[in-house]
Structures are given as C-alpha cells and as structure tokens.
T-cell receptor, first 113, second 111 residues
Framework: SQQGEEDPQALSIQEGENATMNCSYK?????LQWYRQNSGRGLVHLIL?????REKHSGRLRVTLDTSKKSSSLLITASRAADTASYFC?????????????FGEGTQLTVNP | NAGVTQTPKFQVLKTGQSMTLQCAQD?????MSWYRQDPGMGLRLIHY???????DQGEVPNGYNVSRSTTEDFPLRLLSAAPSQTSVYFC??????????FGDGTRLSIL
C-alpha cells in the first residue's frame, strides 16, 4: 500500500489564490519530498524537508512537516496558470537503505487564468 | 549533460511478447529505480539498484527483470507482456539521500 496519502485528489483555483495540498504517511521517515509532474512528463523535484525540520520555504512554496501527526502540507502562494500540474509527496523511510522512496497518489492542481 | 534518458518513449506490444525498456544516466548516480504509474495513481516501485551489480525488488516486481552491469545503465525487461502491464514507466536516479531525477517516461500499451 502507498506510504503517502494525499488530499485533496483534485484542486481547482483561480490565478492569484493560494493552493494547499496535504500528505499523510504511516511510518517513520528520514525526509519527505514534494514533486511536480506536468502532463506527459516525468516528475521534477520541488523541495525536501528533513524529519528534524518543521517548515521550509523555496520561492512561492512553503512546506510544513509534523512528524507527530505524520503529515505534511505544501502551500503554493499567488498561484499562476503555469502551476497547473500534479503534485506528489514521497517519503524516504528511515528503516530502508537505498532508493526506496514511496509516493502518494498525488493532487491534481488546476489554476484557472 | 542529458540527465536520465529513457527509450523508447512509446511502445505497443502484443500479449506474450518480451521487450526491454532502456534507462541511461550520465550523472554517476549510484541509485537507480524503475517505477510504474497507472492512471490516477502515484508511482509504484518495481525494482531498484544501489550500485553496479546490485539489484532488489520493489513493491510490484512480478513480471519484470532488471540488471545493473554498469553505473550508467539500468534496463527493465518484460518477460511475457500482459495487458495489466500497460502503464507509464519511469526511471529515476539519485545519489545519497538527495532527491531523485526522473526520465520523461516510456508509455507502454499491451494489446
């Protein structure tokens, strides 16, 4: 089963509004990552937050992590039509070595001009 | 610097055929992984490798084989294609616990 579960599954907003996506997970993690996928393309890394961090910013992106609730959120401020994409969280579990990122099912964000 | 290159980009197979999806990287990353992505779902790990000569199974390994004879290449083999393997396949690489770099995917249809 998927480690990460995201909500909402789909989100439609107007340009200029903020978009918030949430991710919950089940096991202890080393870090949590957010990726973006444009239609027909591969995933592109957006931001990584480590288990000892609570909040991280990158441009218009703000990520929070609550390890006690096993949840994370991604906030995109002042959204643009170009932000339309699917957004996935992925967890890097502490128990495993190597490359075993586990992905959530994603949130499809549509930003209307 | 091409990053992660996947070939082919599209492929149609008949049930029972075999084929190999290619993945090549030029970043000298030790970790390489294969995922499949089905409509409305996230990525599921098929197989991964932590270095040349070392491979391991992921979440959905049945029906697929991999090998890692070099750092650069990590081919994924479908032994006997089934309609359930219709999917988009992504190869990814990373070094250490850094973020993954993805190829653009291979869209595979099995009739």
């Amino acid at each position: 089963s998927q480690q990460g579960e995201e909500d909402p599954q789909a989100l439609s907003i107007q340009e200029g509004e903020n978009a918030t996506m949430n991710c919950s997970y089940k096991t202890s993690i080393n870090n949590l990552q957010w990726y973006r996928q444009n239609s027909g393309r591969g995933l592109v890394h957006l931001i990584l937050i480590r288990s000892n961090e609570r909040e991280k910013h990158s441009g218009r992106l703000r990520v929070t992590l609550d390890t006690s609730k096993k949840s994370s959120s991604l906030l995109i401020t002042a959204s643009r039509a170009a932000d339309t994409a699917s957004y996935f969280c992925a967890t890097d579990a502490t128990e495993t070595s190597g490359s075993r990122l586990t992905f959530g099912e994603g949130t499809q964000l549509t930003v209307n001009p | 610097n091409a990053g992660v290159t996947q070939t082919p980009k599209f492929q149609v197979l008949k049930t029972g055929q075999s084929m190999t999806l290619q993945c090549a990287q030029d970043m000298n990353h030790e970790y390489m992984s294969w995922y499949r992505q089905d409509p409305g779902m996230g990525l599921r790990l098929i197989h991964y490798s932590v270095g040349a000569g070392i491979t391991d199974q992921g979440e959905v390994p049945n029906g697929y084989n991999v090998s890692r004879s070099t750092t650069e290449d990590f081919p994924l083999r479908l032994l006997s294609a089934a309609p359930s393997q219709t999917s988009v396949y992504f190869c990814a690489t990373r070094t250490g616990r850094q973020p993954q770099h993805f190829g653009d995917g291979t869209r595979l249809s099995i009739l």
